[in-house]
């Protein structure tokens, strides 16, 4: 297990107050890669054309240690990683309350389905394989997503024993389920009228097979072992519609899965973790009375 540690660089984030570390997710080489991918883009602080998925470490705050990692899949409609408010924000907020974050580098549309799905559940063996090394326990392992993120992370917590996750590698025999889950305003369904359509493009691709589309609804694909999972949307979201949570909520309850899930009036979408945009802006308030309730946090 000290061999993938090896891999590890170092470096400080900006703005960040605990020292990262950036962990390659395919050290035996990326499945599928592209012969030639070009570089990775960075606009602002969005990234695309991802080809080396990675993983950004934020140590637990030393002060409050929780035993538990949550890994962060950024938004982006699978087309770019919203890696600062959907990613770096959401890791230091977990960081604080002794929650050992991992933010997801993960491929996008330019390999489509399942190139995300490999890379988020090959992000939760990691984790767990080496979780000793991390100071967590390997049953404190969670996903956490926006938007297109939070596709991801609740196809992590539903597709965990997909075979396209597995690549042969020895990390296959560690097992790639959630312990919980956190989606804030998800994309979920890919199937109208709720369904988010540039995620569906980005991943499936314009003309995809209508069971495909099925298969990747994710309300579709809950069952008993899909790990307790808290939910916030708003009304007025005019992105991603409120009912994406509100299916994924219900097929919870038919499996009689631990869920909870926030509804605000008014916050739009992609508000990530900021402030002034009324009663939503408390939502990170309400995960953290969940994850303490379900004492994952102290």
Not at 60 to 87: K, M, N
Not at 233 to 258: C, K, Y
Not at 280 to 294: H, M, Y
């Amino acid at each position: 297990m000290r061999t993938l540690l090896l891999t590890i660089f170092f470096c400080v984030a900006a703005g960040a107050q605990a020292q990262t570390a950036v962990i390659p997710l395919w050290p035996e080489g990326v499945p599928n890669a592209k012969a030639d991918p070009g570089p990775e883009r960075l606009n602002g602080d969005f990234i695309s054309n991802v080809s080396q998925p990675t993983l950004t470490y934020y140590p637990a705050a030393t002060d409050r240690p929780a035993r538990t990692a949550v890994i962060i899949a950024p938004g982006g409609s699978y087309q770019f990683l919203a890696v600062d408010h959907e990613g770096r924000q959401y890791a230091q907020w977990l960081s604080s309350l002794g929650v050992a974050a991992f933010v997801l580098k993960y491929r996008l549309a330019d390999y489509g389905h399942p190139a995300p799905l490999q890379d988020v559940l090959r992000a939760v063996r990691t984790v767990r394989a080496h979780a000793a090394d991390y100071g967590v326990a390997p049953d404190r392992v969670g996903v956490m997503g926006s938007s297109a993120g939070g596709h991801l992370a609740a196809s992590a917590a539903t597709l965990f024993d997909d075979p396209a996750g597995r690549t042969g590698a020895a990390l296959d025999a560690v097992s790639a389920r959630p312990d919980f889950a956190l989606l804030v305003y998800p994309v979920i369904t890919l199937l109208p009228p709720a369904a988010h359509e540039g995620s569906r493009y980005a991943l499936l691709g314009a003309n995809p097979a209508p069971e495909m589309v099925k298969a990747m609804s994710l309300e579709t694909r809950v069952g008993p072992r899909t790990p307790p999972t808290f939910l916030v949307h708003a009304q007025d979201d005019g992105a991603v519609p409120v009912d994406n949570s509100i299916l994924f909520f219900q097929a919870l309850t038919r499996a009689h899965v631990p869920a909870e899930m926030h509804l605000f009036e008014r916050g739009g979408h992609g508000i990530g973790m900021g402030a002034g945009h009324g009663d939503i802006s408390l939502w990170p308030k309400r995960a953290e009375e969940w994850l303490r309730d379900r004492k994952l946090i102290q």
